[in-house]
């Protein structure tokens, strides 16, 4: 028996299509019936390689005792927040404002006659446990509590309704009188202290606050805080830390302990592209890590491997559990990844495992339910020996050799999971939907790492990618934000159009910087018309900044919002604003330089209240304070683009003057032409610290 769910494109969706809960999808019959029946609204909010999402489903969702009081009493609504992070993004807000804490699943109680929370929480256990009611006792309550309390029911209402406008609309930027310099000291203070080890708690990879802090290190602001070690160490964390799959490639989502050992094991696609980038970036200031170039090479050869569509895009995700064996009743988390002390026994000479022994954590016991997670002991270049051993276990997982493995197809559902004849460990499901907005970051990434290192590859695989978004994702000259087996799906939103905006001015630069001035051209002008569809859609005419979907994609959501706060991705608002000051640079068009400082302005109070949630932001400002252009030749373009220069875009011209070799213009202003290498050096380390 299915539901209306087993018709959706979303394979988190489909995944509760044989739940006995009659849902739903959001969509206007969806709300109009709950309206007409005057049924709260139970809203579920997740996505399909959320471990707690699938345990739920999996409990509760699946009992038929909650599914019959659920039916009668409630209009239960499933949403993909990877589908839909303006409504994800709303009701999250809500959650955190009744309870100071987010998560997913996200369950929300809303009244159906104006869709307002009235209640919220995260996971809940079919029995109570953990200190939490069961969800049978928590729908018997709040259905009563609908019922009986309305006086107190609309007081509570009109207080979420009040929050949610006021913490969408903020205050007048100008209310905030502070140097901008001094925003900019402060936020690369608050932002080192984030990213300084503690000693307890979840590690998550956190890059835009590594990127901020990286870009403002330039400035040496006084502070207890070493800002070079703190971005350095960020990234040791990464490379060498169980968070990275020292076998196959590829980071996993975070560690659930402060020393990066155990991951959480689920692997997203824009995690791998921001740390991709942000490796590369680390490498051109000068810290030239053996294991940040073996961690980006070996993700590139994971994401061609698993995560890339024939067609070129980039899947979205793989879930953090997998099946033991065909006959097993449910996943286990990690199953995929980890390797108990008798199988490497077993796969591994003995001099082999006593040298992998020597670079890694190898116990008998193991470090995370009798299993080893395998975390580097020190940096540097992995011995021989050891490469050797991790093909060894690379063959033991995926049934074949590195070099002989150039595809490895993804199980898209948990059936086809089970039931496919595997050469080796049975994989994790892969959500293979292209999402636009993930796929940017990952081409951003790659665009870096190609010029850093010099690896045309690199650059194809991004180019690929970005031309099957430019040829696939608009229908009737709008933007879409995802694609399922060649079909767009649902308007943009702002992280598509901010995200693939600047991965297309990335791949401008990368192609200048790799000497393709062609491609390079073609590039700009794309970002340069996408940015003219999202100026129309989605700018905000009265308060500045971008909302986070179209006017005509809104009229379901009960506050329009824009995003300026940094997650697990940047805002769209703080990557936005850094591209209009790039478009400027690289257009001498100050229609783009009046909207990232009318931006600028509408954030300025929350960035001088709270630096901590939009280290994004004031990244942009940095762009906006010390945007610099070099003018010059390709030569001197690729000599100077695999450096960190995080405020700078090339432009390659032909017409320079007699006996110069590069102009550098600083914002609005351009500085004598240089005429040697030396000066142009001078100039452009003077021009990104002018701020």
């Known amino acids: 028996m299915t539901n209306r769910l087993v018709e959706a494109k979303s394979l988190y969706l489909r995944k509760h299509a044989e739940n006995p809960i009659d849902w739903w999808p959001w969509c206007d019959e969806a709300l109009a019936t709950a309206r007409e ?15 707690w ?7 509760a969702f699946s009992d038929l005792t909650i599914a019959e009081y659920m039916n009668a009493n409630f ?44 209640y919220a929480g995260t996971y809940f256990p079919l029995e109570p446990r953990y200190g939490r009611p069961g969800f049978l006792q928590v729908l018997q309550a709040l259905r009563r509590y609908y019922d009986t309390e309305k006086d107190d029911l609309q007081q509570r209402k009109a207080a979420m309704v009040e ?18 310099q001094e925003l900019l000291r402060k936020a690369w203070e608050t932002c080192t202290a984030i990213l300084t080890p503690n000693q307890s708690g979840n590690s998550f990879p956190m890059i835009p606050y590594g990127e901020l802090v990286s870009r403002l290190n330039r400035f040496n602001f006084s502070s207890r805080y070493d800002g070079t070690q703190v971005v350095t160490q960020r990234g040791l964390d990464l490379a060498l830390g169980g968070i990275y799959d020292h076998v196959g490639g590829g980071f996993h989502r975070y560690t659930v302990d402060p020393t990066w050992t155990v991951p959480h094991f689920e692997k997203m696609l824009y995690d791998n592209g921001q740390i991709v980038e942000y490796l590369a970036n680390l490498w051109s200031v000068g810290v030239q890590e053996p294991a940040f170039e073996r961690a980006i090479a070996k993700t590139v050869q994971w994401l061609k491997r698993e995560m890339t569509a024939p067609e070129g895009y980039f899947y979205a995700a793989q879930d953090a559990d997998s099946f033991i064996d065909p006959s097993a009743a449910e996943p286990e988390e990690g199953a995929f990844y980890v390797w108990s002390y008798s199988e490497l026994s077993q796969i591994l000479a003995h001099e082999e495992l006593a040298e992998l022994q020597k670079q890694f954590t190898i116990t008998l016991s193991g470090n995370f339910e009798s299993q080893n997670v395998l975390q ?23 049934g074949n050799t590195p070099e002989s493995l150039d595809t490895f197809p993804p199980a898209r559902d948990n059936q086809e999971a089970k039931t496919y004849n595997w050469p080796g460990r049975i994989p994790s499901v892969t959500d293979t939907k292209m999402i636009v907005a993930w796929n940017s970051l990952m081409i951003s990434g790659l665009a870096r790492a190609a010029v850093v290192f010099q690896e045309l590859s690199y650059l194809e695989l991004a180019a690929k990618a970005a031309n099957f978004i430019l040829a696939h994702q608009f229908v009737d000259g709008r933007f879409h934000r995802l694609n399922y087996d060649q079909q767009p799906h649902i308007l943009a939103q702002s992280e598509d159009y901010a995200f693939f905006i600047k991965a297309l001015l990335d791949l401008h630069q990368a192609s200048l910087g790799m000497g393709d001035i062609a491609s390079a051209s073609l590039w700009q002008e794309k970002a340069i018309a996408l940015q003219d569809e999202f100026n129309e859609f989605l700018w905000s005419v009265e308060l500045g900044g971008y909302y986070n979907a179209a006017i005509d994609a809104s009229q379901d959501l009960i506050v329009r919002e824009r995003s300026y706060v940094d997650n697990a991705t940047p805002s769209a608002n703080g990557i936005a604003i850094a591209n209009l000051v790039r478009l400027t640079l690289l257009t001498d068009n100050l229609h783009y330089l009046n909207l990232a400082e009318q931006g600028l302005k509408a954030f300025k109070t929350v960035m001088a209240r709270s630096p901590q949630a939009c280290p994004s932001l004031f990244t942009a400002l940095d762009w906006y304070r010390n945007s610099t252009i070099i003018r010059s030749n390709t030569e001197q373009i690729k000599s100077l683009m695999p450096k960190y220069l995080p405020t700078v875009v090339f432009a390659s011209v032909s017409n320079l003057p007699e006996n110069t070799i590069g102009l550098v213009c600083q914002g609005l202003k351009c500085l004598a032409p240089a005429q040697s290498i030396e000066q142009l050096w001078q100039q452009v380390q003077q021009s990104q610290s002018r701020g």
């Open 53 to 59: 999402c699938t345990v739920m489903e999996g409990e």
């Open 37 to 51: 029946k005057n049924l709260p609204i139970f809203l579920s909010i997740g996505y399909s390689s959320c471990h």
């Open 75 to 118: 209009l239960p609504i499933k949403v993909d927040r990877e589908e839909r992070p303006d409504i994800d993004s709303i009701y999250m807000q809500a959650l955190q404002m009744m309870s100071g804490q987010g998560g997913w699943p996200l369950n929300v109680f809303l009244s159906p006659d104006d869709l307002v929370p009235f």
């Open 376 to 398: 580097r002991l020190q940096a540097g270049q992995l011995s021989e020996t050891v490469e050797v051993a991790l093909d060894k276990l690379f063959a033991e997982r995926y």
């Open 163 to 180: 929050a949610l406008l006021t913490s969408a609309v903020l205050k007048d930027g100008t209310a905030a009188d502070v140097a901008e």
